[in-house]
C-alpha cells in the first residue's frame, strides 16, 4: 500500500490548537500538516517537470517528486492568464465564480478612473496591471497600488468608489479562510494588483509583498531572463524570512504562516523571450544577451536561456527545502508546487505572429462593407467608456458596446467566416459560450465572443517574444504539479485533473472543511486524487 497524507503521525494538533479540525474526519483530524508552501512557477508545463527531474535527479524538484505525488495531465479550470489562473489555485474555482477574465478586461457596470461621480452609461476597461503602481519622479515603482488610476463602480451602499482588484473578485481565497480559523497568511506576486489575493474581504493575506516587475514606462526586468530572475530572488527572500517566522523584510513576525507563497516568472520570460536583454536594458546580464529564448524542438529541450530560468527556479526552491528543514517544519509542511498558467507553443516552429487581431479583421477584403468588421474596429478604437473591449494574446476577448449584444451571433458567424485568414481555431459565442461560462447577458464581465487562434499563433507583430498565454491550448493550460510532504511516497497520476483542486486540498491538509470557499459550493471542486487515500500502486506509474 502507498502511504498517503493519512499516514502523517497520528494526534499531533494543528497550528497549536489554533485552526479546528474537520469534525467526524479521523484521518484529516490526526495528520500533522500545520502549514502549506504554494508555489506558482509561472509557465511550468508537466513536460518541464518531466523532462528536468529526469536531466538533474538531485534537483530540488526531483526530491520534492520522490517524496510527493506528481500529476502530469493538471489543467488549469478555464483560460490561462494569471489571474483566472492564480484565482484557481486560491479560490478553487474558475470565472464562473471568482469573475475574472484577465489582469485587463471589461465589465459593463463600472467607470473610467476620472468618473468619479459614476455617472453616464456603465462599462468600462478594467485594468489591474503595473500601470495601476504609485511611482516616484524616476518611474520606479513604490510597490503600492495608486488608488486614482483604479476604475470605480457604485457599491453595496449606493457610493462612487474605486474598485480595488480585491474588491473584483467575487469568491473568497484560501487566505481568508485560513484566516478565519486563526492561521497566518502571506504571499509575493509580481504587481501591486495582485491584491486580488486578498479576496472580497480585503484582508485575507496578512504579510503581502509585491515587488514591481515591470516598471509602467520604466525599467522592465522582464527583458532579461537575468533580470527577471533577480527579481525573483526579492520574492524567495520574502519566503525565506517568513519560515523564520519573520515579516516578508525579516522584521519581526507573527510566527511561520499557515499558508504562504509566491510566483515565479523566470521560466515564462525564459520561454517568451526571442531574444533575451535585446535592448541592453539589464546591466547584470553578461551571459546571455542576444540568445534566443523558449525551446529549441517540439519535445521541450530548453535553449540556454529557458535552462538558466529553470535552474535558477530549482535552486530557489532546494533553498526553501533547506530553511524548512533548519527550522524543524519540514515534515509538517505540504510543499505544493504548480503553475498559473503554461506557455505556447513549445514547438519554435509553430509561432505565427500574424499581428493584432483588429489589424487582421480591417484588412480582409469585405471589412468596408461588414457591419461586424465595423463593430470590431470601434470595439478596437474604444479607449473608454461602454463602447466595448477587445484584447488579444493567444486568445482574444470580446466585449460588445453597451446595446450592441444583441449583435453577438452576427460578428461571431463573420470571423468564423474568414477563420482561415485570421488564424482561428475556434469562436466561442452564443450556446457554446453558456456551456462553460456565465451568460453575458446576465454577467457583466464574461466576454461575449471568445477566439481561440490555431496552435502556436499569438496575435501580435512583436519581435520580443515567440510565446504568450492566456488561451485554452493544451501548451497553455497543462501545467506542472507536485504536491510533496516526507511522508508521501513518489507516485505519477495521470489522471485529468484541474489546478483549481489545489484549494481544496490545501484547506483539507489543514483539516478545514473545504465549503467554507465559495467557487468550491458553486462549482462542487473536490480535493486532488491519492492526496488523503491509498490507491492501486502501480497503475500510473509506467
Not at 112 to 139: H, L, Q
Not at 167 to 183: P, Q
Not at 333 to 344: D, P
Not at 380 to 386: L, M, R
Request: one cysteine or more; proline letters at 5%.
Amino acid at each position: 500500500m502507498r502511504k498517503g497524507m493519512v499516514a502523517l503521525a497520528l494526534g499531533i494538533g494543528l497550528l497549536g490548537g489554533t485552526i479546528a479540525a474537520r469534525a467526524g474526519d479521523d484521518e484529516l483530524r490526526h495528520n500533522k500538516i500545520k502549514h502549506v508552501l504554494l508555489i506558482s512557477v509561472d509557465g511550468l508545463h508537466a513536460l518541464d517537470v518531466a523532462n528536468y527531474v529526469a536531466a538533474h535527479p538531485n534537483s530540488a524538484m526531483a526530491r520534492l517528486s520522490n517524496h510527493g505525488i506528481t500529476f502530469t495531465n493538471a489543467r488549469t479550470p478555464a483560460n490561462s492568464d494569471s489571474f483566472p489562473g492564480l484565482l484557481a489555485l486560491i479560490t478553487g474555482g474558475s470565472p464562473i465564480s471568482h469573475g475574472l477574465f484577465y489582469d485587463v478586461s471589461y465589465d459593463r457596470t463600472i467607470y473610467d478612473p476620472a468618473n468619479t461621480s459614476c455617472s453616464g452609461g456603465a462599462g468600462n476597461t478594467m485594468v489591474f496591471d503595473e500601470s495601476t503602481d504609485k511611482y516616484n519622479a524616476a518611474t520606479v515603482s513604490l510597490n503600492i497600488l495608486d488608488p486614482a488610476t483604479l476604475p470605480n463602480y457604485i457599491n453595496g451602499e449606493g457610493k462612487c468608489t474605486r474598485l480595488f482588484p480585491h474588491n473584483a473578485v467575487r469568491s473568497n481565497t484560501i487566505f481568508e479562510v485560513v484566516r478565519n480559523h486563526g492561521g497566518h497568511s502571506a504571499w509575493a506576486d509580481k504587481h501591486p494588483a495582485y491584491d486580488i489575493v486578498n479576496g472580497p474581504s480585503g484582508k485575507g493575506v496578512q504579510d503581502l509583498f509585491t515587488p514591481e516587475i515591470t516598471n509602467n514606462n520604466g525599467f522592465d526586468n522582464t527583458v532579461s531572463v537575468v533580470c527577471t530572475a533577480a527579481n525573483d530572488e526579492l520574492k524567495v527572500n520574502a519566503v525565506l524570512n517568513q519560515i523564520k517566522g519573520l515579516r516578508h523584510d525579516g522584521s519581526k513576525g507573527p510566527g511561520v504562516p499557515t499558508v504562504f507563497g509566491m510566483n515565479f516568472q523566470a521560466v515564462s520570460v525564459g520561454q517568451k523571450l526571442s531574444n533575451d536583454n535585446s535592448d541592453g536594458s539589464c546591466t547584470a546580464d553578461t551571459t546571455f544577451t542576444g540568445q534566443h529564448g523558449g525551446y529549441t524542438d517540439g519535445a521541450g529541450t530548453p535553449t540556454a536561456v529557458l535552462a538558466y530560468g529553470l535552474s535558477k527556479t530549482d535552486e530557489a526552491l532546494g533553498d526553501m527545502i533547506s530553511a524548512l528543514k533548519a527550522q524543524g517544519i519540514y515534515d509538517s509542511t505540504l510543499f505544493i508546487v504548480s503553475a498559473k498558467h503554461g506557455q505556447s507553443p513549445i514547438n519554435p516552429a509553430k509561432v505565427n505572429k500574424p499581428g493584432h487581431f483588429a489589424d487582421l479583421v480591417a484588412a480582409l477584403p469585405d471589412a468596408g462593407s461588414s457591419p461586424a468588421a465595423s463593430l470590431i474596429a470601434t470595439i478596437a478604437a474604444c479607449t473608454t467608456g461602454p463602447c466595448g473591449f477587445l484584447i488579444d494574446d493567444d486568445v482574444v476577448l470580446i466585449w460588445l458596446p453597451a446595446g450592441e449584444q444583441s449583435k453577438t451571433a452576427e460578428v461571431a458567424a463573420y470571423l468564423n467566416a474568414n477563420a482561415n485568414a485570421l488564424s482561428i481555431e475556434e469562436v466561442m459565442a452564443g450556446k457554446e459560450l453558456k456551456l462553460r461560462f456565465n451568460n453575458p447577458l446576465n454577467d457583466s464581465r464574461t466576454p461575449d465572443i471568445i477566439v481561440q487562434p490555431t496552435y502556436g499563433t499569438i496575435y501580435t507583430t512583436s519581435k520580443k517574444k515567440n510565446a504568450e498565454h492566456g488561451g485554452f491550448s493544451f501548451g497553455d493550460t497543462n501545467v506542472g504539479l507536485i504536491v510533496s510532504n516526507p511522508s508521501l511516497d513518489a507516485r505519477t497520476v495521470k489522471t485529468p485533473v484541474a489546478t483549481s483542486q489545489v484549494a481544496v486540498t490545501v484547506l483539507e491538509s489543514l483539516g478545514i472543511e473545504e465549503n467554507e470557499l465559495d467557487a468550491v459550493r458553486k462549482e462542487g471542486t473536490k480535493a486532488l486524487p491519492f492526496i488523503f487515500s491509498d490507491g492501486d500502486a502501480d497503475d500510473q506509474n509506467n
